[in-house]
């Protein structure tokens, strides 16, 4: 079965850095829909970024364009989350998201924490 492990989350200050990892385990990333997911506290988990196998074709939230880049290694079986210029408003629990064709199947990371420090 499909599992995912993320890592990278912490505290940072607006206008810093971060690097998130997930870690793909039972598939192999490329044939995956790869995701990243926020959700903020007492509000609805919103959808980051999405990158379809292969990174094919890949789709940013507005509130990220040109501040967040999702990235595959294949050989380390991990797809990464590039976050730069980072605002108060990012603050929140960010989540990996994988969706299998075939067999069908999807799959969540238990989340990393991202505090940004105004």
């Known amino acids: 079965q499909v599992q995912l492990v993320e890592s990278g989350g912490g505290l940072v200050q607006a206008g810093g850095s971060l690097r998130l990892s997930c870690v793909v385990s039972?598939?192999?990333?490329?044939?995956?829909?790869m995701g990243w997911y926020r959700q903020a506290p007492g509000k609805q988990r919103e959808l980051v970024v999405r990158?379809?196998?292969?990174?094919?074709?890949?789709n940013y939230a507005d509130f990220v364009k040109g501040r967040f880049t999702i990235s595959r290694d294949i050989s380390k079986n991990t797809v990464y989350l590039q976050m730069n210029s980072l605002k108060p408003e990012d603050t929140a629990v960010y989540y990996c998201?994988?969706?299998?064709?075939?067999?069908?199947?999807?799959?969540w990371g238990q989340g990393t924490q991202v505090t940004v420090a105004s």
């Open positions: 998201n994988a969706d299998r064709r075939w067999p069908p199947i999807t799959a």
């Open positions: 039972g598939n192999i990333v490329s044939t995956l829909d």
């Open positions: 990158s379809t196998r292969s990174g094919i074709s890949t």
